[in-house]
């Protein structure tokens, strides 16, 4: 292979392109709060969605790229989807992103905003620069790389969709009408995934499903003044921890519900087992900790085992109680709090989601009016093994742009689109990787794109992709 691919011209390439295009389109990127629809209903209303997708869109038709074509895809009532058609040899790669963006969150550092870009030693933050705006300007420069060294590539189709970060609810629409287009990918590169830390190439080898609902108590019709109705009302947060404790086990988290639980596959506990060892105490010094606190285990196995393969509840929000400021002593009447579950990858997600319900809405302490409603519900992804020309392509990727060996690890976070595509088409090989490295905090505050890896990993797909064509042409 690099008797056709000139790596250091490669790398030179990627560099100029990010420095001179990406980086300056990014910061662009970033000022549009195009919230995905979950957390901004009137999205479409207040335009902010349509500029991000334009301000792509012009990008991708600038690129020195033979036989592009550009395509914002629409459907009656769904979010916009970038299509983009390259035509190349044998073979279609599928690359896929998206440029819907999470919520600002709070807590952001002095001089950082979710809306703002800073570039401060190396990073650049701003909400959705790393989660998951980068995907389509890498995917595109690393093909107009090869094009560039006149180095073969499959033909390669871009998906960047605008609503993953609300569980892809218009996806499947938008795949089934593009269906004759996308045709039938033997590879799927995906940038939306972690990375273990910033150097070397990581293979995503799992990703946990997702549902996210809303959970309602009802107590009493009005606020009571709390002197004169405790003792005789319970309180709503009495009977929703009493609700979370049904499900989780306040002491340690772990889930209670068999129906969340799978067995971890030998392979993944032999890669939790490599990865803890490589990262050791890195992986808890992840999480910001306030001072003196400390992580769930000591045992970074246990860690990764936790965050990639077992079921978790995380209380996102509530509802229905006033700031500490302006509390007064009131028992509120109702409270709702958004629940987010993460399951394991090979957990059905129907079947958890039902049981979740029954356990929450049965026979409710004082008869409490309980409700639990679901907002999306989405099912993990275990990827199939790999293909010996794509195990070779990605160790030689990492060795050629990282100087490392590839590690391959679960990621806790969802992707809806690789559990549709594994179905789908369950021959595809798969390239799952991304730039949140350690303290990148997607969702979060203080996000940020960690622009020298992201770069390295520019040209690792770069050099993927090159050994796909030449597998296709052997």
């Known amino acids: 292979m690099h008797d056709l691919l000139n790596v250091a011209e490669l790398r030179r390439y990627v560099d100029e392109v990010w420095d001179r295009s990406i980086v300056p389109e990014l910061c662009e990127y970033v000022r549009i709060p195009n919230k995905s629809p979950l957390f901004d209903s009137r999205w479409e209303e207040h335009g902010h969605m349509e500029r991000a997708v334009q301000l792509m869109a012009s990008w991708c038709r600038r690129q020195p790229i033979a036989g592009l074509k550009v395509e914002i895809a629409r459907l009656p009532g769904r979010t916009p989807l970038l299509f983009i058609d390259i035509p190349g040899g044998e073979g279609t790669v599928l690359l896929y992103g998206h440029l819907d963006k999470q919520p600002e969150f709070t807590g952001w550092e002095a001089g950082l905003s ?41 033909r390669c189709v871009a998906l960047i969709e605008a609503c993953e970060e609300s569980g892809s609810p218009d996806l499947p629409a938008h795949v089934d009408a593009l269906a004759a287009k996308i045709a039938d990918p033997s590879l799927v590169v995906c ?45 709503c947060i009495d009977v929703l921890r009493g609700l979370l404790s049904r499900l989780s086990d306040e002491c340690n988290g772990e889930l209670k519900l068999a129906e969340l639980h799978v067995e971890v596959p030998e392979e993944r506990r032999r890669q939790i087992a490599a990865v803890a060892e490589l990262l050791g105490a890195s992986v808890a010094a992840r999480m910001p900790f306030a001072p003196g606190v400390e992580p769930l285990s000591a045992d970074p196995a246990t860690l990764l085992t936790n965050s990639t393969w077992k ?47 029954l356990r929450l809405e049965a026979d409710p302490p004082f008869k409490a009016r309980v409700r639990f409603v679901s907002d999306s519900s989405n099912v993990g992804w275990n990827a199939p093994p790999l293909e010996r020309w794509l ?22 976070g969802t992707i809806p689109f690789m559990a549709m595509l594994g179905e789908r088409f369950p021959q595809t090989q798969f390239l799952v990787t991304g ?32 050994r796909h064509a030449a597998r296709h042409a052997a």
């Open 435 to 466: 730039v949140l490295g350690p303290h990148s905090n997607a969702h979060g505050p203080n996000e940020f794109l960690h622009i020298e890896y992201a770069k390295r990993l520019t040209a690792a797909v770069a050099e993927v992709i090159a």
């Open 311 to 357: 079921p978790t509840l995380t209380v996102t929000g509530i509802d229905g109680l006033p700031s500490v400021e302006s509390a007064g002593n009131v028992l509120a009447p109702r409270l709702s709090a958004k629940l987010s579950f993460r399951l394991p990858p090979t957990a059905d997600a129907i079947k958890a989601e039902a049981a979740i319900r």
């Open 191 to 235: 940038l939306d995934a972690e990375s273990g830390d910033y150097d070397r190439l990581w293979l995503t080898t799992s990703l946990r499903g997702n549902i996210v609902g809303t959970l309602s108590v009802e107590m009493l019709t009005e606020g009571v003044h709390s002197g004169m109705g405790s003792g005789i009302a319970a309180s």
């Open 391 to 412: 195990e070779r392509a990605v160790e030689e990727a990492s060795q050629s742009f990282f100087g490392r060996q590839c590690m391959s690890m679960g990621v806790g």
């Open 114 to 154: 979710p809306w703002e870009p800073v570039i401060r030693d190396g990073r650049l933050y701003g909400r959705g620069a790393a989660d998951d705006g980068y995907a389509v300007f890498a995917s595109l420069t690393a093909v107009a790389a090869l094009q560039a060294q006149r180095v073969p590539h499959a």
